[in-house]
């Protein structure tokens, strides 16, 4: 029987990437890819996928993670990442996860900002899971940079008013380096609901009916304690049992598609 977790670094055309494989007993049901979330988010969602990995798994379903190149625990600089190269790294990670369970049917399920890989490659999985996607590149950046100059003026973070103040670091937001690539990939990310998905589509999200602007689009509603972390800085417990529950949720869709 294999271990349920099994690190592994992953070949991709000259590119290491980290990885950890979620097996189940016995033989898989279904294989799932995560395509992790970027930049702090993904420091951030480690824990809670890591979870809903074991939890998958539980039903039958294995689930491989991978740090992107130039991200976490794989190889590169953080100058090397972009989302050209997320989508290039996803496709040979799907590629051996398809090795690894055989004849089962694979689904990527794209996380945040990792939905915009993950639909570049959904032509080539049974179906496309979209966890609180991120649809507009160019506002979510925004964003970012925002919160990005407020967190540096915050007197909360610098109890002396004299330390809270904006610091230029325009090569970085929320304390990671950003290449130009990775800014003008996101600036020009298309919406990753727009147009017809080539596979089953189905979106996780607080309000996913509202999120799921298409017709064709499954809708699963996710409980606070599985969305709260992307807005959050400081780390909280984890939820358990609301990741279970979802876990659940998502095995019953193997059965629509």
Same mark, same amino acid.
């Given at each position: 029987?294999?271990p349920?977790?099994q690190?592994?670094m =992953?070949?991709?055309? +000259?590119? @290491?990437?980290f990885?950890v494989?979620?097996?189940p007993?016995g033989? #898989?049901?279904a294989?799932?890819?995560?395509?992790a979330?970027?930049?702090?988010?993904h420091?951030? !969602?480690?824990r809670?996928f *890591?979870?809903?990995?074991? *939890?998958l798994? !539980?039903h039958g379903?294995?689930?491989?993670?991978f740090?992107?190149?130039?991200?976490?625990d794989?190889?590169?600089?953080?100058?090397?990442?972009d989302l %050209?190269?997320a989508? !290039?790294? /996803?496709a040979?990670a =799907?590629?051996i996860?398809?090795?690894r369970?055989?004849?089962?049917p694979?689904?990527?399920?794209?996380i @945040?900002?990792?939905?915009?890989p993950?639909?570049?490659?959904a032509?080539q999985?049974q179906?496309l899971?979209?966890w609180?996607?991120i649809r507009?590149? @160019?506002?979510?950046l925004a964003?970012?940079r &925002?919160?990005?100059?407020?967190? @540096?003026r !915050?007197?909360r973070?610098?109890a002396l008013r *004299?330390?809270?103040? &904006?610091?230029d670091y325009?090569?970085s937001l929320?304390g990671?380096?950003?290449s130009? /690539?990775?800014l003008?990939?996101?600036?020009?990310?298309?919406?990753p609901?727009? +147009?017809a998905?080539?596979?089953?589509?189905?979106?996780?999200?607080r309000?996913a009916?509202a999120?799921?602007?298409?017709?064709?689009v499954t809708a699963?509603e =996710? *409980?606070?304690a599985l969305?709260?972390?992307? %807005?959050q800085?400081e780390?909280?417990? &984890? #939820?358990?049992?609301?990741? &279970?529950e979802?876990a +659940?949720?998502l095995?019953a869709?193997? %059965?629509?598609h």
């Amino acid at each position: 029987m294999n271990p349920p977790l099994q690190p592994q670094m =992953l070949e991709a055309d +000259g590119r @290491r990437l980290f990885s950890v494989l979620h097996s189940p007993e016995g033989r #898989p049901r279904a294989g799932v890819l995560m395509c992790a979330p970027i930049l702090h988010e993904h420091v951030r !969602s480690y824990r809670l996928f *890591a979870l809903l990995g074991d *939890a998958l798994a !539980s039903h039958g379903v294995a689930v491989l993670r991978f740090d992107y190149y130039g991200t976490g625990d794989s190889g590169g600089s953080d100058a090397e990442f972009d989302l %050209d190269g997320a989508a !290039s790294d /996803a496709a040979r990670a =799907l590629e051996i996860l398809r090795g690894r369970i055989g004849d089962a049917p694979v689904i990527v399920l794209g996380i @945040r900002a990792g939905v915009f890989p993950a639909v570049r490659i959904a032509a080539q999985a049974q179906a496309l899971w979209l966890w609180q996607p991120i649809r507009d590149g @160019r506002a979510y950046l925004a964003g970012l940079r &925002q919160r990005d100059a407020d967190e @540096r003026r !915050s007197t909360r973070r610098y109890a002396l008013r *004299a330390e809270a103040r &904006q610091i230029d670091y325009p090569d970085s937001l929320m304390g990671f380096p950003c290449s130009d /690539a990775l800014l003008v990939g996101l600036r020009e990310a298309p919406d990753p609901l727009s +147009g017809a998905p080539p596979v089953p589509l189905a979106v996780c999200d607080r309000d996913a009916a509202a999120a799921a602007a298409p017709p064709t689009v499954t809708a699963l509603e =996710l *409980a606070p304690a599985l969305t709260e972390w992307a %807005d959050q800085l400081e780390m909280y417990l &984890q #939820p358990v049992r609301p990741v &279970q529950e979802v876990a +659940g949720r998502l095995a019953a869709l193997l %059965d629509t598609h």
